[in-house]
């Protein structure tokens, strides 16, 4: 399942803030981004949440960010049993602003509570409880350019997820490919690849929308898939 999907729209967020908007960069009231993301394909995931700044978007220091979330991915197809994820994670960190961009890094603990339905009814697991480490960087090597990357690694389920972006100004947003990828303990994989349209704007809320190819194991599923990122700053 690829479950981060808000914390990239949270990273979005940080790149309109403080690496390409110097103008609303100078409001010291930009102390905090709504967000919520959708991902839809063979697995799916939801989420919402906030990140709060301490001092301002555009400058070094601490930043908080606070993620609820839930997916459901299809666990086996004979019998049909479908495993649903509901996530949470309050987490602290630090950002660092450079000239080409920014860099954040945060860890907290991390709370997963998992059921598998199906022909036999439901299974409830126990809550699982962690720590979860998330970095990202984002980076205008030119003008014209956007780079992300982002890593993230949790205790509770096991699980590691990792994206990579690059993305060139066209048509009032960056785009360009995406490539990610998301595992955990239960041996389940997923690569995607795929094109993304990011830093759209309609009004005050700004977007990211991304399409493209995604392969789980096991079972060797390949389907498609389409994201839709949603922030927006208090």
Request: glycine share 12%; aromatic share 10%; hydrophobic share 45%.
């Amino acid at each position: 399942m690829c479950r981060r999907a808000h914390q990239e729209a949270l990273s979005l967020a940080v790149c309109v803030l403080v690496a390409w908007s110097p103008a609303r960069a100078e409001d010291s009231a930009l102390r905090t981004v709504l967000f919520g993301s959708l991902e839809a394909g063979a697995s799916t995931f939801s989420s919402s949440g906030a990140k709060l700044a301490f001092d301002r978007f555009d400058r070094d220091g601490p930043v908080a960010l606070v993620t609820l979330g839930s997916g459901v991915r299809l666990e086996s197809a004979a019998p049909t049993l479908v495993r649903l994820t509901l996530l949470g994670a309050a987490l602290g960190g630090y950002q660092f602003i450079q000239d080409w961009g920014a860099v954040s890094v945060f860890a907290g603990p991390e709370a997963s509570w998992e059921s598998f339905s199906g022909a036999g009814g439901m299974q409830a697991l126990p809550l699982q409880a962690g720590l979860r480490i998330h970095g990202e960087v984002w980076a205008r090597p030119t003008a014209g350019t956007l780079v992300t990357a982002t890593a993230i690694f949790g205790t509770a389920r096991g699980d590691a997820y990792a994206r990579l972006s690059w993305g060139l100004a066209l048509f009032g947003a960056y785009l360009g490919p995406e490539i990610a990828f998301y595992g955990d303990r239960t041996d389940y994989r997923k690569w995607s690849l795929g094109l993304h349209a990011t830093d759209f704007a309609l009004g005050e809320t700004r977007f990211r929308l991304s399409a493209g190819c995604q392969s789980e194991n096991p079972g060797d599923r390949l389907s498609p898939y389409l994201s839709l990122a949603v922030w927006r700053t208090l």
